[in-house]
């Protein structure tokens, strides 16, 4: 019988470790993506007709 945290899937704490680490670093990746690249190309843009 399994304890309350673990799940059976063998990784534990470290797993947990991991899989924050990895929202962590993917939610950087798109705050760059969405914020730093948008205003670089964000200039090239040609003005929007209304």
């Known amino acids: ?3 309350r945290r673990d799940h059976g899937d063998g ?3 470290p797993g947990r470790k991991a899989a924050a680490a990895g ?3 993917m939610a950087v990746a798109e705050l760059l993506s969405n914020g730093v ?3 670089l ?3 090239r843009r ?3 007709a209304s």
């Open 37 to 39: 690249a948008k205003q």
């Open 46 to 48: 040609p003005p929007m």
């Open 1 to 3: 019988m399994s304890s």
């Open 41 to 43: 190309v964000e200039g």
């Open 23 to 25: 929202v962590t670093a």
């Open 11 to 13: 990784r534990g704490w």
